[in-house]
T-cell receptor, first 109, second 114 residues
């Protein structure tokens, strides 16, 4: 079966760095997405990786290793507004998105 | 641009009632989809459409119908509501189905079935 694993919840301190991991086992691979979802709101796009390596976008970076079935989202200089759930999703060989359950990130002052 | 507009935002139904969740996008996106989101689970695809007149089933289609008569609109119909359909529903669209096409989500519809 297809599976995406992420930690359920993480806590970090304002101003610090946090890494949210995502491991996947899917039928084929056509890219990996990270979305951010604030409580009670819709998911919004953060990043897309299809090749191995690190993609940096301001305070957020996303890494992919296709051989290990592994990605992480790195958030630097954490702000209170980064408190949200972070969803990992893989586009499989049929171009269907397989979603992880999400990681709830709690930022403490 | 309005993006993806979903209505209603909240709805309470009794078991056995039917209703339609509306979804409209103004971005000329080919691909539209409906997801449900339940606590502790990933988003699950209900139905999707790759263009007007074309629909297909996702992971959890039972109890739901869709149609795509225009590019803009993709309503989701609950035929006979059951408590197991209590969930938050999201409509999402993208330019195409493949590749780095980012999904744009509607604001969500919270449905409670008593």
């Amino acid at each position: 079966g297809q599976n995406i694993d992420q930690p359920t919840e993480m806590t970090a301190t304002e101003g610090a760095i946090v890494q949210i991991n995502c491991t996947y086992q899917t039928s084929g691979f056509n890219g990996l997405f990270w979305y951010q979802q604030h409580a009670g709101e819709a998911p919004t796009f953060l990043s897309y990786n299809v090749l191995d390596g690190l993609e940096e976008k301001g305070r957020f970076s996303s890494f992919l290793s296709r051989s290990k079935g592994y990605s992480y989202l790195l958030l630097k200089e954490l702000q209170m507004k980064d408190s949200a759930s972070y969803l990992c999703a893989v586009l499989d060989s049929n171009y269907q998105l397989i979603w992880g359950a999400g990681t709830k990130l709690i930022i403490k002052p | 641009n309005a993006g993806v507009t979903q209505t209603p935002k909240f709805q309470v139904l009794k078991t056995g009632q039917s209703m339609t969740l509306q979804c409209a996008q103004d971005m000329n996106h080919e691909y539209m989809s409906w997801y449900r989101q339940d606590p502790g689970m990933g988003l699950r695809l209900i139905h999707y459409s790759v263009g007007a007149g074309i629909t297909d089933q996702g992971e959890v289609p039972n109890g739901y119908n869709v149609s795509r008569s225009t590019t803009e609109d993709f309503p989701l119909r609950l035929l006979s509501a059951a408590p197991s359909q209590t969930s938050v529903y999201f409509c999402a669209s993208s330019l195409r189905i493949a590749g780095a096409n980012v999904l744009t989500f509607g604001a969500g519809s919270r449905l409670t079935v008593l």
